[in-house]
């Protein structure tokens, strides 16, 4: 081959590339002693950081691990990969501001992500029935991720949406001998004149019972994600689980809800880097943060708000994970008996998350709550102060952080001031009622526990998110109706959509629990009831759960599931059920009343458990024949839903050695 040839070789083409490169001038500092006493692993590690260009000088900083749930890939404001959604889709630039604060502060950050789905995009498909489970997968792939890097000295998660961000509590809740931080991921800005995420998952029920157009749906369609990143705009899952994170003192005062992608986001990004250093300085560590007192205070805070039902799932998952008693059902009727609803949000409010930020968010709330003597100051947090050191600073308007720079107006006031020249008509106070202004707009409190014999273990409605309309001046919502009986999600839909079912029915959806279809949401039935005109007037009973954006009279989370014997595996159609909401005292009761055969006449406590012993379950009751076998293998050796459906090894350890010595 000539010069010639070969000159043209390198310039044009593709197959050619080194084989070698020149070796990069220095030395790395590592001490004889290290060589002769630290794990291999050690060196090794500094090798590869000099080897992706980190300044082989400084090798020896100490180590801080970013952990992300960040998808899709962006080029500035070009978007190059979608992610799944819009919640995980700016989260790797917050890290790359959040990087740069620890370089800053002259330590050497590490950045690794590990993604979360849509539960908006996988409902009414079999990809809903990994949700759940997935929130374990992911804590533990993020704890294994973290104990891989052996020399960490602290752990910032940045995350939001309805599993990842409560996968990223779990996991660093286990780092209870380290500093760890949260940065929520923030929240989508809602659209001027468009339906906000919520309301449009259910355009397909709109469009089939010509309730809206079907250029109207197109619309709403195109523009209703007003921004490209952050949390849903409705105080669903992904925004409870912000506002949980900071109220369990892992995240910073006035973090959660924050506009995803806003100067105000990206200063939250440094702000958590700088503190997670100043913890790992003060051997502040999180299992000194994450107590028994700061899980109360989430439970208050979740009340408070109005917060969504999956996180009596997910709460739980975070105490197991820190080594804490998870909270019982009892202790939840308890808080949700004595916390009035203060934020007047979507879905079962008028305002936007982004808006409730702005009128003072996690801080605010607790400011009243406080008043009332509901809340357990003396928790540490990780600003490296009590909460109600944190909140002596939010009323009196001194600096949040001692890093922040001064300004003539305090944060309190800015936001609030912020709210009102964007929207006249939202004045902070409408946003964050006042205990007495939240009793006079006779807002509900967030949670009911109903019993009876369709749940003999309990069950749970959003007794906050129930239509006004519907509840009486004594504040009790009833119902009897007849039965709808289906044992799909699915077959349900189809049935609303060609108006199968009519108001006054009451819809039971069983099969739908862990063993059936690994607690699959059944937003698709909820959301359409939602927003139907004659929605209002149907009843839903099931053993699945619901989305964070479901209102109405929704009831879940029947316990047994109809798959390991519930009593809601034997109704049939045309049988007489009674329900019974008490949203003021916050009791209630769901029964069958009659058999289908007799529906006139209603059966004695006797005849009812006569009528459950004769039946056989539903005929076509059976686990999801879709349902993977990963799922099918978590649904068995889960806690259960009322302790958080997490995977206790020791409980998990006494099946297997049970099943061992039976075998023997």
Same mark, same amino acid.
């Given at each position: 081959?000539?010069?010639?040839?070969?000159?043209?070789?390198?310039?044009?083409?593709?197959?050619?590339?080194?084989?070698?490169?020149?070796?990069?001038?220095?030395?790395?500092? @590592?001490?004889?002693?290290?060589?002769?006493?630290?794990?291999?692993?050690?060196?090794?590690?500094?090798?590869?950081?000099?080897?992706?260009?980190?300044?082989?000088?400084?090798?020896?900083?100490?180590?801080?691990?970013?952990?992300?749930?960040?998808?899709?890939?962006?080029?500035?404001?070009?978007?190059?990969?979608?992610?799944?959604?819009?919640?995980?889709?700016?989260?790797?630039?917050?890290?790359?501001?959040?990087?740069?604060?620890?370089?800053?502060?002259?330590?050497?950050?590490?950045?690794?992500?590990? =993604?979360?789905?849509?539960?908006?995009?996988?409902?009414?498909?079999?990809?809903?029935?990994?949700?759940?489970?997935?929130?374990?997968?992911?804590?533990?792939?993020?704890?294994?991720?973290?104990?891989?890097?052996?020399?960490?000295?602290?752990?910032? #998660?940045?995350?939001?949406?309805?599993?990842?961000?409560?996968?990223?509590?779990?996991?660093?809740?286990?780092?209870?001998?380290?500093?760890?931080?949260?940065?929520? #991921?923030?929240?989508?800005?809602?659209?001027?004149?468009?339906?906000?995420?919520?309301?449009?998952?259910?355009?397909?029920? *709109?469009? =089939?019972?010509?309730?809206?157009?079907?250029?109207?749906?197109?619309?709403?369609?195109?523009?209703?994600?007003?921004?490209?990143?952050?949390?849903?705009?409705?105080?669903?899952?992904?925004?409870?689980?912000?506002?949980?994170?900071?109220?369990?003192?892992?995240?910073?005062?006035?973090?959660?809800?924050?506009?995803?992608?806003?100067?105000?986001?990206?200063?939250?990004?440094?702000? =958590?880097?700088?503190?997670?250093?100043?913890?790992?300085?003060?051997?502040?560590?999180?299992?000194? @943060?994450?107590?028994?007192?700061?899980?109360?205070?989430?439970?208050?805070?979740?009340?408070?708000?109005?917060?969504?039902?999956?996180?009596?799932?997910?709460?739980?998952?975070?105490?197991?994970?820190?080594?804490?008693?998870?909270?019982?059902?009892?202790?939840?009727?308890? @808080?949700?008996?004595?916390?009035?609803?203060?934020?007047?949000?979507?879905?079962?409010?008028?305002?936007?998350?982004?808006?409730?930020?702005?009128?003072?968010?996690?801080?605010?709330?607790?400011?009243?709550? $406080?008043? +009332?003597?509901?809340?357990?100051?003396?928790?540490?947090?990780?600003?490296?102060?009590?909460? #109600?050191?944190?909140?002596?600073?939010?009323?009196?308007?001194?600096?949040?952080?001692?890093?922040?720079?001064?300004?003539?107006?305090?944060?309190?006031?800015?936001?609030?001031?912020? +709210?009102?020249?964007?929207?006249?008509?939202?004045?902070?106070?409408?946003?964050?009622?006042?205990?007495?202004?939240?009793?006079?707009?006779?807002?509900?409190?967030?949670?009911?526990?109903?019993?009876?014999?369709?749940?003999?273990?309990?069950?749970?409605?959003? =007794?906050?998110?129930?239509?006004?309309?519907?509840?009486?001046?004594?504040?009790?919502?009833?119902?009897?109706?007849?039965?709808?009986?289906?044992?799909?999600?699915?077959?349900?839909?189809?049935?609303?959509?060609?108006?199968?079912?009519?108001?006054?029915?009451?819809?039971?959806?069983?099969?739908?629990?862990?063993?059936?279809?690994?607690?699959?949401?059944?937003?698709?039935?909820?959301?359409?009831?939602?927003? *139907?005109?004659?929605?209002?007037?149907?009843?839903?009973?099931?053993?699945?759960?619901?989305?964070?954006?479901?209102?109405?009279?929704?009831?879940?989370?029947?316990?047994?599931?109809?798959?390991?014997?519930?009593?809601?595996?034997?109704?049939?159609?045309?049988?007489?059920?009674?329900?019974?909401?008490?949203?003021?005292?916050?009791?209630?009761?769901?029964?069958?009343?009659?058999?289908?055969?007799?529906?006139?006449?209603?059966?004695?406590?006797?005849?009812?458990?006569?009528?459950?012993?004769?039946?056989?379950?539903?005929?076509?009751?059976?686990?999801?024949?879709?349902?993977?076998?990963?799922?099918?293998?978590?649904?068995?050796?889960?806690?259960?839903?009322?302790?958080?459906?997490?995977?206790?090894?020791? $409980?998990? +350890?006494?099946?297997?050695?049970?099943?061992?010595?039976?075998?023997?």
């Amino acid at each position: 081959m000539s010069n010639n040839d070969k000159e043209h070789f390198q310039e044009n083409s593709p197959f050619y590339f080194p084989l070698e490169v020149t070796p990069r001038k220095g030395l790395l500092p @590592i001490s004889r002693e290290d060589y002769e006493n630290k794990p291999s692993g050690d060196i090794f590690g500094k090798i590869q950081d000099a080897g992706m260009k980190w300044n082989p000088d400084d090798v020896n900083q100490s180590e801080f691990l970013i952990m992300s749930t960040a998808g899709g890939l962006k080029n500035g404001e070009e978007t190059l990969a979608l992610g799944m959604h819009s919640g995980h889709f700016e989260l790797g630039d917050a890290a790359k501001v959040a990087a740069s604060a620890f370089k800053n502060l002259f330590t050497k950050p590490y950045y690794v992500s590990v =993604s979360d789905p849509c539960d908006g995009r996988t409902q009414g498909t079999t990809g809903m029935m990994n949700s759940l489970a997935y929130r374990n997968h992911a804590a533990t792939v993020l704890g294994d991720l973290r104990r891989s890097l052996p020399n960490r000295k602290g752990v910032m #998660g940045i995350a939001t949406c309805d599993k990842g961000l409560p996968a990223m509590m779990m996991s660093l809740a286990n780092e209870s001998n380290l500093p760890t931080i949260i940065m929520p #991921g923030g929240v989508t800005l809602i659209a001027k004149g468009i339906k906000d995420l919520g309301s449009v998952q259910s355009l397909p029920s *709109l469009v =089939s019972h010509k309730e809206i157009s079907l250029q109207e749906a197109q619309s709403h369609g195109c523009a209703s994600c007003g921004t490209p990143g952050g949390g849903c705009h409705f105080l669903g899952t992904a925004a409870t689980s912000q506002v949980v994170a900071e109220a369990l003192g892992m995240a910073l005062p006035h973090s959660a809800l924050a506009p995803s992608g806003g100067k105000i986001w990206y200063a939250l990004a440094k702000d =958590s880097a700088i503190a997670l250093v100043n913890l790992a300085k003060n051997n502040i560590y999180t299992s000194q @943060i994450l107590t028994q007192d700061a899980v109360y205070n989430a439970m208050v805070v979740h009340a408070a708000f109005g917060g969504s039902t999956n996180l009596l799932l997910h709460i739980p998952a975070i105490a197991h994970a820190a080594g804490l008693p998870m909270p019982t059902r009892e202790e939840w009727e308890n @808080i949700n008996r004595k916390t009035p609803r203060l934020v007047n949000v979507l879905p079962a409010g008028k305002y936007s998350t982004a808006h409730v930020y702005a009128a003072g968010g996690v801080p605010e709330v607790m400011l009243h709550l $406080r008043k +009332l003597g509901l809340l357990k100051e003396d928790c540490l947090t990780v600003t490296g102060k009590t909460l #109600g050191e944190n909140l002596d600073v939010w009323e009196q308007g001194g600096k949040m952080f001692s890093w922040e720079a001064e300004n003539k107006r305090n944060r309190r006031q800015q936001v609030r001031f912020n +709210l009102q020249t964007f929207n006249p008509d939202a004045h902070p106070d409408n946003v964050i009622l006042s205990p007495e202004a939240a009793k006079k707009a006779d807002m509900k409190s967030t949670l009911t526990f109903p019993t009876g014999n369709l749940a003999p273990e309990g069950a749970l409605i959003k =007794s906050g998110a129930i239509a006004p309309e519907m509840i009486d001046d004594n504040g009790i919502y009833y119902k009897k109706g007849v039965a709808k009986v289906f044992v799909s999600e699915a077959n349900a839909i189809k049935a609303i959509n060609q108006g199968e079912v009519k108001p006054g029915h009451i819809i039971i959806l069983m099969g739908t629990g862990p063993s059936g279809t690994g607690m699959e949401e059944t937003f698709q039935i909820t959301g359409a009831l939602k927003q *139907l005109s004659f929605g209002k007037e149907i009843a839903l009973i099931t053993d699945g759960r619901f989305s964070g954006v479901s209102t109405g009279a929704c009831i879940g989370h029947v316990g047994p599931e109809a798959l390991v014997g519930g009593p809601i595996g034997k109704v049939q159609d045309g049988d007489v059920i009674e329900i019974k909401i008490d949203c003021d005292n916050l009791s209630g009761s769901i029964n069958l009343i009659a058999s289908h055969s007799d529906p006139n006449a209603e059966l004695s406590e006797a005849e009812i458990a006569q009528l459950f012993s004769s039946r056989s379950p539903h005929p076509e009751l059976r686990p999801h024949p879709e349902l993977p076998n990963d799922i099918k293998i978590w649904a068995a050796t889960q806690s259960g839903i009322w302790e958080g459906c997490v995977q206790d090894a020791d $409980r998990i +350890l006494k099946i297997v050695k049970a099943g061992i010595d039976a075998l023997k």
